[in-house]
Structure formats: C-alpha cells, structure tokens
C-alpha cells in the first residue's frame, strides 16, 4: 500500500478542527465504517445527528473528511481523507495548539489501552493473545530514532491493509489502535550528598 503524503499543519485553526475529543471519536467511526451518514455516526458515538452533521462540516472544511458520494443532507455519506499529519513545526500559536492537539490524542489513545486492559478478560484467546504493550528504553543518535521511527512507520504501512476500503479487510479482522513513540528521555541529575 502506498503510504499517504505528510503534511505539515501550520494552521491552528485546522488544528483546533482536529483536536476535539468528539471529533477524533467522529473520525474513528467513519475510518471503521469505510464510510457513514452523520446519522450512522451519531448512533456510534452517542451525540445527535445534528450535532455529528456540524462537525462532520468541520471536519471536511479543513480537510480530514470528504463526501463519498450518493446521498443528500444528513444521509450523504462521509469518508475518512487519509493523510499523514505532523504540527508543532511553526509559530508560539501554532506550538501552544500543538502540544494541545498532542495532549488530546494522547488522551483518546491512553483511553482506549485502559479499556482494552481493563476488558481483555472478555476478549476471546486469540484476541487476548494478539494484544500487545512493550516498552524499551535505549541509547541512540537523533539519527538512530528517526531511522527506527521511520521503520516502525514503514511496517504498519506494509503490513496494513487500506483502513478505507471495507473490501480490502481481511476476514475476522476488526480495529486495531497502534501508536509508538520515541523521544529523547531527560537524564536524571546525579544524586548529590545534600540529597540525603
């Protein structure tokens, strides 16, 4: 699968349109639906069809979803635009949103691991099996992380098929949440004897 361009969101105001706790969970039901009326989201995220319809607009109007076509209204159809995304890269307002934007996700991500941990017991064994959580910490360059970001990226990318696509799903498949990071830890001052 080719991966999607990255772009670099400079706009805070394209990042305000992101970065909303309803609209992430908006975006995650058309992006597993393949595609969805503000109706059909409604019923999955538990908000009205008003409410969905507004700011499926204002997911569009930035760019992060687009009509699928067929349909009129609040029963047109909508789909996930797949698209890379990076911020934090511009102004003192464009950095402030950012880490913002950051915190948000990070929020909708935690949240969902604690979710998977607190239920896992209800999933079947394979599911329970197939779940992971790792952790390491390590020494490398700056170019070294980019170089092991770039390839984790790479191995989802490869390994996944199109999220869009319902067809392209293999059977008994169903979501699946990833995120990795790697960021430089802050080294811990020494002790010293005053600290005692």
Do not use: K
Not at 70 to 83: A, E, K, N
């Amino acid at each position: 699968m080719p991966q999607p361009a990255v772009g670099d969101i400079r706009d805070p105001r394209m990042l305000r349109a992101m970065a909303h706790p309803l609209r992430l969970r908006i975006l995650d039901a058309v992006a597993f639906c393949g595609s969805a009326t503000a109706t059909e989201v409604a019923e999955q995220v538990g908000e009205s069809t008003a409410n969905c319809s507004w700011h499926l607009r204002q997911l569009a109007r930035y760019g992060f979803v687009e009509e699928a076509g067929g349909g009129t209204g609040r029963q047109r159809p909508w789909r996930i635009v797949l698209d890379r995304h990076r911020w934090g890269l511009g102004g003192a307002d464009s950095t402030r949103v950012g880490q913002a934007a950051h915190q948000v996700l990070l929020d909708v991500e935690y949240q969902a691991l604690r979710e998977w941990l607190g239920n896992r017991h209800e999933e079947s064994p394979q599911w329970r099996g197939a779940g992971f959580l790792t952790q390491a910490v390590g020494w490398c360059t700056a170019a070294q992380l980019a170089e092991i970001g770039a390839a984790i990226n790479e191995v989802l990318t490869r390994r996944l098929p199109d999220p869009i696509d319902p067809e392209a799903r293999p059977l008994d498949s169903r979501p699946v949440r990833f995120i990795a990071w790697g960021v430089p830890a802050r080294p811990s001052e020494p002790a010293t004897a005053d600290d005692g």
